[in-house]
């Protein structure tokens, strides 16, 4: 699920993602991309609900994380998976923004806001 709050977005994912979440995702967030009145934008992405990615859509991730990471001036990735905050300080090398891994929403919240 994804939610637009202007300069903000959120997003939630839940269970095991697939390519078709993908299908589903690439277009709300074009269009969450073409709503922004600034150059970039934040994202608060709550992943403490994953339970698995399945290998094309890791492929689907690399490439929005290719077409649309220019964007994104800050990432919160709220989880409790040792795995994916190391994955997320990977994907920080690749990326001219900034992605910072947090256990609680609360936390990424505020430093995605600030």
Known sequence: MLINKGHYLFFIINLAVCHQDYLLLIPQLQAAIDEQTSDRFRLVLDARELRGWE???????????????????????IT???????????????????IRSFREREAGDVWVRS
């Open 55 to 77: 290998p094309r859509a890791a492929l689907d991730d690399l490439r929005q994380s290719i077409d649309h990471g220019l964007y994104v001036e800050r990432v919160a990735l």
């Open 80 to 98: 409790d998976a040792r795995w994916l905050s190391l994955l997320s300080r990977l994907a920080g090398l690749m990326m001219p923004g900034q």
